[in-house]
C-alpha cells in the first residue's frame, strides 16, 4: 500500500465513530460514473469498508453479476453484515444511485416495528413505500380532479411535484455527501439546483394555498388541468407496471409460503414475535421485487416447509440480483450458483455454490501439500546425489563426477520448482511463467487456510447401572384440559450414545416433545421415564436471547459462567480452568471478561453451549443450535457431536446438520463437479469410518408423531410434493 494510501486510511480513522461505517472505492477518485445507469452489475474496485477503526475490506473488489445469486461467506466478526449495509444504504462510491437496493437483516426492521392496528397482510402491503407513494399522488390527484374549483387542482399538482422534489433533494445530499474532487463539486452544483427547485415549489404551495392572484392566472389554471392528467397517466402507467391490484393477493401468497397460516394474515401485527415479525420483514421486500436483493440468514426463523419454499421463489427471480448470507449450507447450495469468500479483509469469487467450493479448495490445498512434500524428498535425494559426486570428485579426482555435481547444482539454483501447473498438465516454462523471474520455474505455494474452529464436548461417565436415559410410553398432551392435542400417542426411547433428531414445521409440539422428555412438562395421558442418574444438557431456542437480557448484557462471560455453573449444578471452578475452557470454545482474552452485550450472536451461542456441556451431560438436547453460527463453526459443531460419546437429541430445521449428525452423512455433501474430494482427502472425514448413526422423527400435523425411514430426506419428499400440488 502506497504512503498517500496509508495516509488517507489513518485519516479515516481519526475521523471515525463508533458504529460508523465509512467506505471508498477507486471508483470515487479515479473513474466517471454517472448518477445512474441501464446496468444492473455492480463492478467495484480498491473498495474500503470500515466501521469505527476497524478495517473490514482492504483494497477489495467487489462485483455482484446482474440476475446471478451469490453467497457470501466468512467468519463470523469480519463484516459481512456491514459490508450488506454498506451496499444496501450505497455508502460506497460506485454503486448506481438508480439500483433499487433492499436489505433484510438478521433484526427486526425499522419499518416493522410499529404496525398499530394494521393487520399482518396490511402491513406487508404498506411496506412498500413505492408502491404507497405511488398511490398517495393518485388519491391526492384524482381528489383534486373532482373538486369544484380549479384552485384546489393546481394546488394539488403543485403538492405532487414539491413532494417529488424533496426526494430528489434528498438523494442530491446523499449523493453530494459521498463525492469529493472535481465529481464532488458537480453533485454539490446538483444539490443546489435542487435545494432551489424545492424552495421554489414551497413558495408556489404557499402562495396558491393564500390565493396570489400572480399564481392562479387563467393560463396556469387552464394549463393544470393538462398536467394533472398527464401526472395521472404517468402514476397509473406505474402502478399497471408493477402490478399493483395484485399487491394484496401476492402479500397472502408469500407470507403463506413462509409459513403463516389464513387466520394469522388477518389478526394483528401488534401480536406477533419478534420472530415472526422477522418474517413479515423477508415477505415485505420479497414483494418488492428489487434490483438487488440483500439477504442476511434469511434462515433463522424458517422451519423446513418455509425454507424449501422459499428456495423456489428465489430460484424463480429471474430479474433480480441477490446475495445471501445463511448458515444453512442446503440451503445455499440450492439457490446460490456463486460464491464470493471474505477472508483477511478482501473479497474472493468462485463460481458455483459453497459445497463446491470448499470440495475445490480442500483438494487444491491437498494437492499443494502432495506436490511440496513430494518435490522436498526429490530435492533431499538430489543434494544427497550432488554431495556424494563432489565427494568423489574430491578422492579420486573425475571430472566427470565433478560436472555431475555442478549440472545438478545449476538445475537446483535455477530450474528446481513446479514440475506440473495448476491444471494439473506438465509445466512449460514459455506458458506457466510469465513476467520476471529469478528462477525457470515458479516455487509450490501452499495457500493459507483458517485454522479449523474447534468445540471440545466433554465426554460422560458411564451410568452406574444400565438402561436407556429416557422413554416416552403412549404420551398424548394438551396445555388445557379442553384443548387440542399437541401431541398424541408418542412413543420414543434414548439409549446411552444413541442420535435421535426430530424435525417439523414450526408449532407443530417439537419444543413441546423436548419439555416432555427432559421434565418440563408433564404428559395429559402415557408415561416418560428418565433414567435415575441422568444428567441433561439442554440448549433452548432462547438461549441467545437470553444472553440478550439487559440483566445480563453487563457481565462478563467469565463471570456470568461461573456463577451459572454454581446455580445450575452446583460446581465451583477456579477462575483459570474456567478461563482455559471458555478459551476453547473461542472466548479467549479481552472477550471473555468483556461484557455479554458485546458478545455477536455466534459468541452467543457458544458461551451457551460450554454451560451446557460443562460437566458432561449423560444426554445432550440441542434445540435450534446452528443458528447464528458460521460455516466453520457448524462444521466444528458437526465434528464435536460425531464424537461426543453421551446421547444427542437434535431438534433442528437445519438438514445437513441433521443428515451429518444423526444420519451420518459427510460433513460436506458430495458433488459431481471437478472439485469433488474423496472421502479420504478432504481432510474433513477422518472420523467418518466410526461415526454412530441414528433416527429422525417428524412431528406432523394432527399431533402425529413418525418415524422417517429414509431421514430427512423423506420429509424434503412430503414438502415438496405437496408444494408441487
Known amino acids: 500500500m502506497s504512503s498517500k494510501s496509508k495516509a488517507a486510511k489513518s485519516a479515516r480513522k481519526s475521523t471515525a465513530q463508533p458504529g460508523m461505517i465509512m467506505a471508498t472505492s477507486q471508483t470515487s477518485r479515479f473513474h466517471v460514473d454517472t448518477l445512474s445507469n441501464l446496468s444492473k452489475e455492480i463492478d467495484l474496485h480498491q473498495v474500503n469498508i470500515t466501521i469505527g477503526t476497524k478495517d473490514i475490506l482492504v483494497d477489495s473488489p467487489l462485483r455482484l453479476k446482474a440476475n446471478v445469486r451469490h453467497g457470501l461467506i466468512g467468519r463470523n466478526g469480519q463484516g459481512k453484515s456491514t459490508i450488506m449495509k454498506a451496499l444496501a444504504e450505497k455508502l460506497i462510491p460506485g454503486v448506481p444511485e438508480n439500483l433499487r437496493i433492499l436489505l433484510v437483516g438478521q433484526t427486526e426492521s425499522e419499518d416493522l416495528k410499529d404496525g398499530g392496528d394494521l393487520t399482518v397482510v396490511e402491513v406487508v402491503v404498506k411496506s412498500d413505500t413505492r408502491r404507497e407513494g405511488l398511490l398517495a399522488e393518485q388519491r391526492t390527484l384524482s381528489s383534486a380532479s373532482e373538486a369544484e374549483t380549479d384552485q384546489k387542482l393546481l394546488e394539488a399538482l403543485t403538492f405532487v411535484r414539491h413532494s417529488r422534489a424533496v426526494t430528489e433533494l ?70 399497471d407496471t408493477m402490478g399493483s391490484d395484485a399487491t394484496d393477493s401476492n402479500a397472502r401468497v408469500i407470507l403463506l409460503g413462509l409459513g403463516f397460516s ?142 555431475l555435481a555442478k549440472t545438478r547444482q545449476k538445475k537446483l539454483d535455477d530450474r528446481w520448482g513446479a514440475e506440473v501447473n495448476d491444471k494439473g498438465h506438465r509445466f512449460k516454462l514459455n506458458r506457466d511463467l510469465g513476467g520476471y523471474h529469478l528462477t525457470s520455474r515458479g516455487a509450490i505455494t501452499v495457500e493459507s487456510t483458517d485454522p479449523p474452529v474447534h468445540l471440545p464436548f466433554p465426554d460422560p461417565e458411564d451410568l452406574r447401572f444400565p438402561g436407556s436415559l429416557c422413554s416416552a410410553q403412549n404420551v398424548s398432551f394438551r396445555y388445557t384440559r379442553t384443548g387440542a392435542l399437541v401431541l398424541e400417542n408418542v412413543t420414543l426411547t434414548i439409549h446411552p450414545g444413541e442420535r435421535v433428531a426430530i424435525v417439523g414445521k414450526n408449532g407443530e409440539g417439537k419444543s413441546t416433545l423436548v419439555k416432555l422428555l427432559i421434565g418440563q412438562l408433564k404428559p395429559s395421558a402415557g408415561t416418560v421415564e428418565r433414567h435415575p442418574r441422568l444428567r441433561i ?189
Open 537 to 725: 444438557g439442554y440448549y433452548s431456542q432462547l438461549s441467545v436471547e437470553e444472553l440478550s437480557d439487559p440483566k445480563v448484557a453487563g457481565e462478563s462471560s467469565l463471570s456470568f459462567f461461573l456463577e451459572q455453573l454454581q446455580r445450575r449444578y452446583s460446581v465451583q471452578l477456579d477462575e483459570g480452568s474456567a478461563r482455559a475452557f471458555l478459551g476453547s470454545f473461542g472466548l479467549q482474552g479481552a472477550t471473555a471478561t468483556n461484557p455479554i452485550g458485546t458478545l455477536s450472536g455466534g459468541q452467543k451461542v457458544r458461551l451457551a453451549l460450554g454451560l451446557v456441556v460443562y460437566p458432561a451431560p449423560d444426554l445432550l438436547v440441542l434445540d435450534e443450535v446452528s443458528t447464528h453460527l458460521d460455516m466453520d463453526t457448524v462444521i466444528a459443531l458437526m465434528r464435536a457431536l460425531r464424537s461426543f460419546k453421551g446421547g444427542i437429541l437434535l431438534v433442528s430445521h437445519d438438514r445437513h446438520l441433521v443428515q451429518a449428525v444423526v444420519e451420518g452423512a459427510p460433513l460436506i455433501p458430495p458433488g459431481d463437479d471437478d472439485g469433488q474430494v474423496d472421502d479420504d482427502d478432504d481432510g474433513l472425514s477422518e472420523d467418518e469410518g466410526d461415526v454412530k448413526t441414528g433416527k429422525t422423527y417428524r412431528v406432523g400435523p394432527k399431533a402425529r408423531f413418525k418415524l422417517l425411514e429414509g431421514g430427512v430426506n423423506d420429509y424434503v419428499a412430503i414438502i415438496e410434493r405437496r408444494l408441487n400440488k
Open 170 to 239: 434528498e438523494l442530491a445530499r446523499k449523493i453530494a455527501a459521498k463525492r469529493s474532487g472535481a465529481r464532488g463539486s458537480e453533485a454539490r452544483k446538483q444539490l443546489i439546483i435542487s435545494e432551489k427547485k424545492v424552495d421554489e415549489l414551497e413558495a408556489q404551495l404557499s402562495g396558491i394555498k393564500a390565493g396570489d392572484a400572480e399564481l392562479l392566472t387563467p393560463e396556469r389554471l387552464a394549463g393544470a388541468h393538462t398536467a394533472t392528467n398527464e401526472l395521472l397517466a404517468e402514476v397509473q402507467g406505474a402502478l
Open 262 to 403: 389464513q387466520e394469522q394474515l388477518d389478526s394483528p401485527f401488534s401480536q406477533l414475535s419478534g420472530g415472526w415479525r422477522s418474517r413479515c420483514t423477508l415477505g415485505s421486500a420479497l414483494m418488492q421485487k428489487p434490483d438487488v436483493l440483500i439477504l442476511d440468514e434469511p434462515t433463522n426463523y424458517l422451519d423446513i416447509p418455509s425454507v424449501i419454499w422459499l428456495e423456489r421463489y428465489l430460484l424463480d427471480l429471474d430479474d433480480t440480483t441477490l446475495l445471501l448470507v445463511a448458515h444453512d449450507r442446503a440451503f445455499l447450495d440450492t439457490v446460490t450458483t456463486e460464491t464470493i469468500v471474505l477472508r483477511n479483509q478482501t473479497l474472493a469469487t468462485f463460481e458455483g455454490a459453497v459445497s463446491m467450493y470448499e470440495r475445490a479448495t480442500a483438494k487444491k490445498h491437498k494437492s499443494q501439500v502432495r506436490q511440496r512434500d513430494a518435490l522436498d524428498k526429490k530435492r533431499e535425494a538430489v543434494e544427497k546425489t550432488i554431495s556424494d559426486a563432489k565427494s568423489m570428485a574430491r578422492k579420486t579426482g573425475d571430472d566427470n563426477k565433478a560436472k
